[in-house]
């Protein structure tokens, strides 16, 4: 079955900084990769997502790259801010299988 | 509308007692699925219902976890003879249809499980 990768646990960033959230993938057949956040106390809430046929979506201060043939893809956030602050979880799917593979997620701290 | 509704928001027992936590999705949403979230450990998938076809239970970690889903709505987690080891978030999401990549899973609050 699917495994994801997600590094790194932690990341900890000055306001106005940038953090990038990796993650990898084991199933070649996988072809859909949301992000989603989850604050403290809070249900995860969808922020991006992005299709095997796209290398790069982009909402605002956040973007997503994806490298099908190394098989990994990346969140990025710009221009952080405190509110940016929660855990982050990365996901994939595809083929005939409907789950949602989660990684174990990164926790982002942005201080002010 | 309403979201995802779960319930109990909080629930604590003793091993080897049973438990059933509940999950309200989304009205009209045909797509439902539980998670377990343990403390810095990602969303582990455990079962998902799709309209009227056979759940998906690859995602059970053992044979004292059950689901049901009841006139394709209120689903069910029940864990018998609760182990230590049991203690998470259980969370329920559920989406308009079976696809992720078109069908946007939303989740609920989730039911925190203690087990003394």
């Known amino acids: 079955g699917e495994n994801v990768e997600q590094h790194p646990s932690t990341l900890s960033v000055q306001e106005g900084d940038s953090a990038v959230i990796k993650c990898t993938y084991s199933?070649?057949?996988?072809?859909?990769f949301p992000w989603y956040k989850q604050e403290l106390g809070k249900r995860p809430q969808l922020i991006i997502d992005?299709?095997?046929?796209?290398g790069e979506k982009k909402d605002q201060r956040i973007a997503v790259t994806l490298n099908k043939t190394a098989k990994h893809f990346s969140l990025h956030i710009t221009e952080t801010q405190p509110e940016d602050s929660a855990v982050y979880f990365c996901a994939a799917s595809g083929g005939s299988n409907y789950k949602l593979t989660f990684g174990k997620g990164t926790l982002l701290t942005v201080n002010p | 509308g309403a979201g995802v509704s779960q319930s109990p928001s909080n629930k604590v027992t003793e091993k080897g007692k049973d438990v059933e936590l509940r999950c309200d999705p989304i009205s009209g949403h045909t797509a439902l699925y539980w998670y377990r979230q343990s403390l810095g450990q990602g969303l582990e998938f455990l079962i998902y219902?799709?309209?009227?076809?056979?759940?998906?239970k690859s995602g059970l970690p053992s044979d004292r976890f059950s689901a049901e889903r009841t006139g394709g709505s209120v689903s069910t987690l029940t864990i018998q003879r609760t182990q230590q080891e049991d203690s998470a978030v259980y969370l329920c999401a559920s989406s308009r249809g079976p696809d992720p990549s078109y069908n946007e899973q939303f989740f609920g609050p989730g039911t925190r499980l203690t087990v003394l």
């Open positions: 199933d070649s057949a996988s072809n859909y």
């Open positions: 992005i299709r095997s046929n796209v």
């Open positions: 219902f799709q309209g009227n076809s056979a759940p998906d």
